[in-house]
């Protein structure tokens, strides 16, 4: 697959950290190696999947990765700060951790500024960018406010769907003018009381 996204002139490709059959951490390292030297030309991030795969790709993993050019970004599961914060320090700028969590502000804060990856996008694309932009310009301010209609929604049973439903949410905010890109398919239409739930959560959150 990593040949062909080469052949068809891709920037980059994400691989999941292998989980079929069990594998140490010399074997994923030789794993993301051999993606990675297939084009050096194409950018290589790395979905770490501790809950699927049993094997975190810690801060030391992350120091051996640096010596391999094109592998440039980390998607990564863990809400622990402990835990992120010295996978941070150990990609020095050249391996970007990208959240998929949505504990936001605390981990872009601790350098973990390249964006998130996350089933919250979807849901209000703007807000969350709001959020970043103000982080990066260094208005603390703006960010705790952006911060805490984020978690409005979060909080929300709104959010506590499966992710099918954050597309199926997302097609509906195109006929309240937010724009969300791109929707999964399959998606359904929802009957006007869900609607309105949709729009009473972002109401409260002050998106609306």
Do not use: H
């Not at 030297?37 to 991030?45: A, E, F, G, N, P």
């Not at 936001?104 to 804060?109: D, H, S, V």
């Not at 959020?131 to 506590?160: F, H, P, Q, T």
């Not at 499966?162 to 724009?179: C, H, Q, V």
């Amino acid at each position: 697959m990593t040949e062909y996204a080469a052949r068809a002139g891709c920037d980059a490709i994400m691989s999941i950290v292998p989980f079929y059959t069990p594998a140490d951490k010399d074997d994923i390292f030789k794993f993301f190696s051999e993606i990675a030297s297939i084009s050096t030309s194409l950018q290589v991030m790395i979905y770490n999947t501790v809950s699927v795969s049993k094997v975190d790709i810690d801060a030391e993993m992350i120091t051996k990765f640096l010596e391999i050019e094109n592998i440039t970004g980390i998607k990564e599961m863990s809400k622990d700060i402990g835990t992120v914060y010295p996978k941070i320090i150990a990609g020095r700028d050249k391996i970007k951790l990208y959240q998929i969590e949505d504990n936001f502000l605390p981990f872009w804060a601790m350098g973990a500024k390249y964006g998130s990856l996350c089933g919250f996008n979807p849901l209000d694309p703007t807000l969350l960018g709001d959020l970043y932009k103000a982080l990066l310009a260094g208005n603390m301010e703006k960010a705790r406010k952006c911060d805490d209609r984020v978690k409005i929604i979060i909080n929300s049973e709104l959010y506590k769907r499966d992710i099918l439903e954050f597309n199926r949410i997302a097609y509906e905010l195109k006929d309240i003018s937010i724009t969300t890109g791109y929707r999964r398919k399959p998606y359904k239409e929802y009957g006007p009381n869900e609607r309105e739930q949709i729009k009473q959560v972002l109401k409260n959150a002050k998106v609306l």
